[in-house]
């Protein structure tokens, strides 16, 4: 097995950055980018309530292998969330029970799968933020090899390591990490515009005035 690591140096956000972060829905963030970097439906966390909120690592790996993926666990850093094109493949996992147990033992933040995993129950069991594109028993090889570190494309959005990636049941959303401030700030303007939308209609105010739609006719 051969892969190819890129050198990848990005700025690691600070505790209190992230905590910001942690109180932007993923649906707010994507909102603040024009709608979009969100990935597609079918992109959803194996559990209910399961959260994502971290800087992402990227793996491109060729179809049902987890070699790569298993070399960026074992190099990753506490709370970074290992993402990972396997190409939607959805009837060969290439991830499972074993890897989930070192992601929890290095404290990961969790992981994305632009593929299919197994072992599923297990990593609900154990807590393991999960977020896949389907759950199948058929298990990877570990022969051919990936990309670690490079720019991927997961579920239709481009991911590059160090960006900020933000799950929720709704599903996932990629912040582009140059961008973070920016949308940071517009999302937290956006979350008290909201609060103020809420109070009004607590108030009685019908939703076509409060947002000042045309009037049916």
Known sequence: MAFQQHDTQFRVL?????????????????????????????????ADGQVLCGQART?????????????????ARPGEIVMVDAGGVEDTAVWGGVMAEEAIHRRLGGAVIDGAIRDVADMRKAGFTMFCRSVVPRGPHHGFGGIIDGT????????????????????????????????????????LKEEGWIRNIRAGVPIPKLFEMPSAK
């Open 14 to 46: 600070s505790d209190e950055e992230l905590d910001a972060w942690r109180a932007i829905p993923p649906a707010v963030a994507s909102d603040c980018m024009n709608r979009t970097q969100v990935m597609n439906a079918a992109i959803k966390p194996i």
């Open 59 to 75: 793996v491109t790996t060729m179809v049902g292998d987890c070699g790569p993926i298993c070399a960026l666990i074992s190099s």
């Open 152 to 191: 991927i494309s997961v579920a239709g959005v481009p991911v590059r390591s160090g960006d900020i990636v933000l799950g929720n049941d709704d599903g996932v959303v990629v912040v582009p990490l140059e961008q973070a401030a920016t949308v940071l700030a517009a999302a937290q303007a956006h979350l």
